[in-house]
């Protein structure tokens, strides 16, 4: 959106994903004077590539679904699946306000569509809807309370005096311009796009693709970095499983997780080389470890029949009619037609039918179809189905410490006055797993939180 900057505002946030967007609107709701500002031409960021799922416990669609769920358990979900390398000031921070933002959101018309079981829930609590209107509801809102957003405009440094960020220089159609600010929020997203922040970080990410928002490179990271600001969580750098790998229309870079519905997933040897129902980033680690970094994802028409067009991971006939899967009347054809070792995969396959026939133990751990949600099946029902299946960094969910307000600190342990981060960009929360719907969770959450902190903050700054 066009339009002159403003010298000074209240409050200005910085990234137009929903992160961005819930900062803004919650700041105005407040009473601060906001812009916005974005860098890309268009706002989204990565909220608008993502499967668009959010994870909320005690929702009016899980009361409809008959799905029994609570704070507590969303609580222990997100730990364990953290493996409880997670900040537990933050994830009582998200279940406590979880509930509130879930009705906020909805009162502006968000509406979610059919419930999901996904990774690391113990019940179905995936919440998909359309992200790209749930933005354009938070900002004609946000503009109706006067928020200025202004997309074309980087951030191109932080600018502090005496101690606190008073604003930042901005760049706008080459033309640099400082903004002072009470507060600034940082919900820039993360770096899944910079290979060198990669490689410095995450070198076992050599052999994943790279997707996610265009604008997602770290320079909001950076800025911070300049100021002292301390970063947490950047070992735990993973790739989503289930991409295709190989260039094709069909793949807007989510991938499927036919595996979550009862698919197996093999490597090239016709081998499972995983439990399948573990958390996607798990399965992305351990597919990073077979041959070339890929593996297929096999599955029948069962589970092509549990395809949900309104979830893009979920989207098995959009494949099939795509042409990315490989169809074929028996395994055997298929592990053909797909290059695996016919014999080892046709053996894999009945030897997986045989124990849950028999009731046995999998040989891999696995007990249920995602996390501790479905029963499996055994894979019988023609014609069989292979997705070629590589790991992608869609984000880093790593990133800047900060507290209970939100407030961005320092090295030492200290908050950096005036300074706030919201989304992709905020580390500590995920810990050393990631369960899903727990991204577009925090944006919207620690988004809403970071801007009624700033606006608070800025009210005491004179001016």
């Known amino acids: 959106m066009s339009g002159s900057i403003p010298p000074q505002v209240d409050v200005l946030v910085v990234g137009g ?5 819930a900062a803004a609107l919650a700041a105005a709701e407040d009473g601060a004077v906001v812009l916005q500002v974005e860098k890309q031409p268009v706002t989204g960021g990565s909220t608008v590539l993502s499967a668009g799922l959010s994870a909320f416990a005690g929702t009016d669609e899980q009361a409809e679904a ?60 995936s919440h998909p809807t359309d992200t790209r209107r749930m933005l354009d509801l938070l900002a004609s809102r946000a503009a109706e309370l006067g928020v200025q957003l202004r997309t074309g405009v980087r951030a191109q440094h932080l600018v502090r005096e005496h101690g606190r960020v008073v604003g930042a220089v901005l760049e706008a159609s080459g033309t640099a311009v400082e903004v002072r600010a009470g507060s600034t929020v940082l919900a820039s997203g993360g770096f899944a796009r910079d290979r060198a922040l990669l490689d410095k970080f995450a070198p076992q990410m050599a052999l994943a693709l790279q997707a996610g ?24 750098i993973k790739g989503t499983y289930g991409i295709y790998p190989l260039p094709h229309d069909g793949e807007h870079g989510t991938g499927i997780h036919a595996i979550y519905k009862g698919g197996i997933a093999v490597n090239v040897h016709g081998k499972r080389f995983v439990d399948e129902s573990l958390p996607y ?28 067009a309104a979830v893009p991971i979920f989207d ?39 124990r849950i026939r028999a009731g046995e133990h999998d ?16 894979l019988v029902e023609p014609p069989f189905y292979g997705h070629l299946s590589g790991t992608v960094v869609l984000a880093t969910y790593c990133g800047l410490v900060v507290d209970r307000a939100l407030r961005v600190h320092d090295v030492l342990g200290d908050p950096i006055d005036g ?32 801007g009624r902190s700033a606006a608070a903050a800025a009210s005491g700054v004179p001016r």
């Open 419 to 450: 300074l706030y981060a919201a989304g992709e960009i905020v580390g500590g929360f995920h810990g050393a797993g990631y369960m899903t719907g727990t991204s577009i969770g925090k944006a919207g959450i620690f988004g809403r939180l970071a």
């Open 66 to 125: 008959g799905v029994q769920d609570s704070v507590t358990l969303l609580h222990d979900d997100i730990l364990a699946t953290g493996f409880h390398k997670n900040d537990p000031r933050l994830v009582d921070l998200y279940c406590s306000h979880q509930a509130e933002t879930y009705r906020w959101l909805k009162a502006l018309g968000v509406r979610y569509g059919n419930l999901h079981a996904a990774a690391g829930q113990s019940v179905p609590r």
């Open 213 to 236: 928002g265009a604008g997602n490179v770290g320079d909001g990271l950076r800025m911070a970095w300049q100021l002292g600001a301390d970063v947490i969580d950047t070992p735990f």
């Open 316 to 354: 098995f006939e959009g494949r099939r009619d795509s042409g990315i899967l490989v169809e074929a009347d028996t395994v055997e054809e298929l592990a053909a037609a797909m290059g695996l070792d016919v014999a080892a995969t046709a053996a894999t396959v009945a030897e997986y039918n045989r």
């Open 281 to 308: 980033k798990v399965v992305g680690d351990a597919n990073l470890a077979q041959p070339d970094g890929r593996s297929v994802q096999l599955f029948d028409s069962r589970v092509l029949r549990a395809s949900d």
């Open 363 to 378: 040989e891999l751990g696995r007990v249920h179809l995602s996390g501790g949600v479905g029963e499996i099946f055994p």
């Open 17 to 21: 994903g929903l992160a961005g967007h």
